[in-house]
Nanobody
Framework: VQLQASGGGLVQAGGSLRLSCTASRRTFSNNGVGWFRQAPGKEREFVAAITWNGGNTYYADSVKGRFTISRDNGKNTVYLQMNSLKPDEAAVYYC?????????????????WGQGTLVTVSS
């Protein structure tokens, strides 16, 4: 499975972006999907995840209430709507396909990774 992440860019603090993650195969629809991010000099961290059918979503405490993850299995695409962005959320955002239908917050539980999309937040 190949993943293509897109939608990153430059946004002012308080602004919004919507990231997309499109998979090359329909097997994508059987697995949970997660978003992670990595800022310069920091470890990659969990951001959000969604179950195979979109029935359950999970968020890092730092993004709850501001970020929304969703998916359209007909389009093999998962989205991450990010609102009220903060400067310290500037990072490369990665999407990944989980090993199971119900995703984990741990990156070791993910099998396929996209190349990442850069989000820059100006203060």
């Amino acid at each position: 499975v190949q993943l293509q992440a897109s939608g990153g860019g430059l946004v002012q603090a308080g602004g919004s972006l919507r990231l997309s993650c499109t998979a090359s195969r329909r097997t994508f629809s059987n697995n949970g999907v997660g978003w992670f991010r990595q800022a310069p000099g920091k470890e990659r961290e969990f951001v959000a995840a969604i179950t195979w059918n979109g029935g359950n979503t999970y968020y890092a405490d730092s993004v709850k209430g501001r970020f929304t993850i969703s998916r359209d299995n007909g389009k093999n695409t998962v989205y991450l709507q990010m609102n009220s962005l903060k400067p310290d959320e500037a990072a490369v955002y990665y999407c990944a396909v989980a090993l199971r239908a119900v995703p984990s917050i741990h990156e070791t539980e993910y099998r396929y990774w996209g190349q990442g999309t850069l989000v820059t937040v100006s203060s």
